[in-house]
């Protein structure tokens, strides 16, 4: 846990990110979230797209569990109960008054979402600060931020990152798809994140498998040595790039 805070640490450095990385964890037991130190719970109704604010922003640790009064729809994809038909078609009710022109288009989107698999609770902390082991890592910042994060994951090792977007609930874009797949995932937050979670307009998520902090780190090291770094320099459109196509690409543009 200690090397992972600190990797976390100088990952947000480096990109200079304004917010902190999130660590979150599905729990199997609600007992659970008593072995972890810190732990808030949430005593007034909220949705799920609130949490991630309070800990990237106020770095709270934040312990949710079934019995919490919590959005009924959100723990169907976080991590707290399963669907059911009956759930799936009570949301593709209602979405189809708001998001989706017919209940059928809002079951499709019902049947497409990336759920976590149920636990008794889950918790959520700053990475820098959390005391349980993570299993995703979630990272909001600029899309600048964003690119030069997943260019670092490619310098180390390369590969096709996918992007998807299900609408409204894009939380499951991002962490549901990562848990589900293993792999990054790539969102844009949602009008609920953004009018309940406070996510800014140039703002955009990615969630991370755990285990690919240290990658991602050491591809930006290797970039930034390279002369691609953030911030990203700007010249302009009426000056010669060759100066700067010098630098990262010697051999072509001396």
């Known amino acids: 846990m200690e090397k992972s805070a600190e990797l976390g640490a100088k990952l947000e450095e480096m990109l200079r990110l304004r917010t902190r990385i999130i660590a979150y964890r599905r729990l ?49 994809l976080c991590g707290l109960r399963p669907p059911t038909e ?13 998001w989706f022109g017919t209940k059928e288009e809002a079951l499709l989107q019902q049947e497409e979402y990336p759920r976590i698999p149920p636990g008794e609770a889950i ?43 299900i609408g409204e609930g894009a939380c499951s874009d991002s962490l549901g798809r990562c848990y589900v797949s293993g792999k990054p995932a790539l969102s844009i ?24 902090l240290e990658r991602a780190l050491s591809g930006l090291k290797k970039l930034h ?6 911030p990203i320099g700007n010249i302009g459109p009426r000056l010669s790039p060759k100066p700067i196509l010098a630098v990262s690409y010697p051999k072509t543009h001396s």
């Open 28 to 76: 199997e037991k609600a007992e659970e979230l008593d072995t972890i130190k810190g732990v808030r719970r949430m005593e007034h109704f909220f949705t799920f797209c609130q949490i991630p604010f309070l800990v990237r922003v106020n770095e709270f640790t934040v312990g949710i569990t079934t019995e919490d009064d919590i959005n009924d729809r959100c723990t169907r």
């Open 86 to 98: 009956e759930s799936k078609d009570g949301e593709a009710e209602r979405l189809s008054t708001s």
């Open 123 to 165: 918790v959520l902390a700053p990475l820098i600060k959390m005391k349980f082991t993570p299993e995703v890592l979630l990272i909001y910042g600029t899309p600048a931020q964003i690119m030069m994060l997943m260019c670092g994951l490619q310098k180390e090792k390369y590969e096709k990152f996918w992007f998807s977007f």
């Open 189 to 212: 937050p949602c009008y609920g994140e953004r009018s309940m979670g406070s996510v800014a307009d140039d703002e955009i998520a990615i969630a991370l498998p755990a285990a690919e």
């Open 225 to 230: 040595q390279a002369g691609l770094r953030f």
